[in-house]
């Protein structure tokens, strides 16, 4: 009996400190979790501020603001090709500029004047939606192996040119001709060059086959089977 009288005894004067221990227990666990939401929200904080300086500064980085400025506003494309037509019968296709409005699909109107037996000169309108412009060429001739058409005042081109050049083809087959294609232009602005990429493609791959289509209506089938073009220059 004395020794439980003696345990109670301890127990009842050792309950104020448990109730201290698990005071100071509470206490220091809310210490240490308000501590850490204070880091983080400062953490949070310095990141957030360094987001923002880093957006401001690249929203105000002014050379970046125009999404054209690094567009090349000149276009280039040269092909060569074994046709099936001699080089008489394509020379006089390319070189019958007045009537380009007839069978080439973007020239809406040709016109020539100033007929010499070097040349001529012709007025010119092309149009690819939304894009038009009249100009006037100046048109260099070699029968039968060069046309030669510059554009001389355009508002829309800084430069237009186009080259079409014929040379012998197979040895054993006069029918036939070897073809040598280039067109390089250069628009005045930026804006022009990007709307021209859209139709950029459909005019270099539909160019040479337009002139084909002309001389099958005119001659016939070609002697050979149509060979594929060799692209020696692609500039877009």
């Known amino acids: 009996m004395a020794n439980s009288a003696v345990a109670r005894s301890l127990a009842r004067s050792i309950r104020p400190f448990e109730r201290n221990f698990d005071i100071c227990k509470y206490r220091c666990q809310r210490t240490l979790t308000l501590c850490a939401r204070t880091?983080?929200?400062?953490?949070?904080?310095?990141?957030?501020?360094?987001?923002?300086?880093?957006?401001?500064?690249?929203?105000?980085?002014?050379?970046?603001?125009?999404?054209?400025?690094?567009?090349?506003?000149?276009?280039?494309?040269?092909?060569?090709?074994?046709?099936?037509?001699s080089m008489e019968q394509m020379y006089d296709?390319?070189?019958?500029?007045?009537s380009y409005k007839e069978f080439v699909p973007w020239c809406t109107n040709s016109a020539v004047y100033d007929v010499r037996p070097?040349?001529?000169?012709?007025?010119?309108?092309?149009?690819f939606p939304p894009l038009s412009e009249k100009y006037n060429s100046a048109i260099k001739?070699?029968?039968?192996?060069?046309?030669?058409?510059?554009?001389?005042?355009?508002?829309?081109?800084?430069?237009?040119?186009?080259?079409?050049?014929?040379?012998?083809?197979l040895p054993d087959n006069s029918k036939t001709c070897t073809l040598d294609f280039s067109v390089v232009f250069e628009f005045r602005s930026q804006l022009h060059s990007q709307l021209a990429t859209v139709f950029f493609d459909e005019v270099v791959k539909t160019?040479?086959?337009?002139?084909?289509?002309?001389?099958?209506?005119l001659h016939g089938p070609e002697s050979i089977q149509s060979q594929k073009p060799k692209v020696i220059d692609y500039t877009s």
């Open 93 to 98: 296709i390319v070189s019958d500029v007045g």
């Open 207 to 217: 160019m040479v086959n337009a002139f084909l289509k002309r001389a099958r209506a």
């Open 39 to 85: 880091s983080l929200l400062q953490l949070q904080a310095s990141s957030t501020y360094v987001n923002k300086v880093h957006f401001m500064r690249t929203f105000f980085k002014l050379p970046n603001l125009n999404p054209l400025s690094n567009l090349s506003k000149r276009k280039a494309y040269a092909e060569r090709r074994l046709l099936g037509y």
């Open 141 to 169: 001739l070699v029968r039968p192996n060069l046309v030669h058409s510059e554009c001389t005042d355009g508002r829309l081109f800084t430069q237009l040119v186009t080259v079409w050049r014929f040379s012998p083809g």
């Open 118 to 127: 070097t040349g001529c000169k012709a007025k010119m309108e092309i149009g």
